[in-house]
């Protein structure tokens, strides 16, 4: 991801106020949260354009042994860009390595695809998880919505009430919306010949 000067200048001002808290000026928030809005939307794009990679990826892969090729090159970029091959691609390997370029890539994929099971169950271990998407930027630190905070009435919180057990839960969509049912066929009529 490329910053412009302008972007560079906002992310520096933003760091700095961040290490050493202060008011901002209405205009620093707006250029905070215009920031925000260009990462989040360059973020978007490249999960975007992954997901259109993976899909092409699938498609190749779908479509072997007669898009050997295709199939290799986009491996290659697909790992390049961090994609930890899958099971299907392992397989597909496994029936081209009679090639140069797929058997060097087979061995490439399955050290990537033993290195990523390994740390996924060394984070189970840790009882760790997997991190969420990033979520927006709401409000600064100093910024008007810490005025707006202060401004504010505290109300405690509702506490969760215990369900009765007269209380219906939530429906499910299938009880709500029934699936349609396909209307029967008319009876055919045959006509004598007279």
Do not use: W
């Amino acid at each position: 991801m490329a910053f412009s000067a302008d972007e560079l200048r906002v992310l520096r001002r933003a760091l700095a106020i961040a290490l050493h808290p202060m008011p901002l000026s209405d205009e620093d928030v707006q250029d905070c949260l215009r920031l925000a809005g260009s990462v989040d939307e360059a973020a978007g794009e490249a999960g975007r354009l992954r997901v259109f990679l993976l899909a092409d990826l699938a498609r190749y892969r779908n479509a072997l042994p007669g898009s050997a090729t295709g199939y290799l090159e986009l491996l290659q970029d697909a790992l390049a860009a961090g994609y930890d091959p899958r099971p299907d691609d392992l397989a597909a390997l496994r029936a081209l390595r009679g090639g140069r370029l797929a058997a060097a890539l087979l061995e490439r994929c399955q050290v990537l695809a033993e290195r990523s099971v390994r740390a996924r169950l060394a984070g189970r271990s840790a009882g760790l998880t997997a991190p969420g998407p990033r979520s927006r930027l709401l409000a600064l630190p100093g910024g008007r919505a810490a005025d707006r905070e202060q401004d504010r009435p505290r109300t405690p919180a509702a506490p969760d009430r215990p369900q009765k057990p007269g209380d219906r839960p939530m429906p499910k969509p299938s009880e709500v919306f029934p699936p349609r049912r396909r209307p029967a066929p008319p009876p055919s009529e045959e006509r004598a010949a007279g």
